[in-house]
């Protein structure tokens, strides 16, 4: 099941909006919802994207 840890204050709909998400049968990764970043800007490897959320978002997360 899907848990949102955090999302930016400033969403309209408080859902689809720039995101930290965790799967509670999956502790090992999370899921970044955010604004896709120019190709090029940031190194990446085949089959990866980068996306740019606010650190509030990150820090809001309490990632450990």
């Known amino acids: ?16 909006c720039p995101s930290v998400w965790a ?16 190709p090029g800007t940031v190194p990446l490897a085949d089959g990866e994207i980068a996306v740019r959320i606010k650190r509030q978002i990150v820090a809001d997360a309490k990632i450990r």
Do not use: I, K, N
Request: glycine share 6%; with cysteine.
């Open 23 to 38: 799967d509670d049968s999956d502790s090992e990764h999370l899921v970044v919802v955010g604004h896709p970043v120019e």
């Open 1 to 16: 099941m899907w848990r949102r840890l955090a999302v930016d204050e400033a969403c309209r709909d408080g859902y689809t």
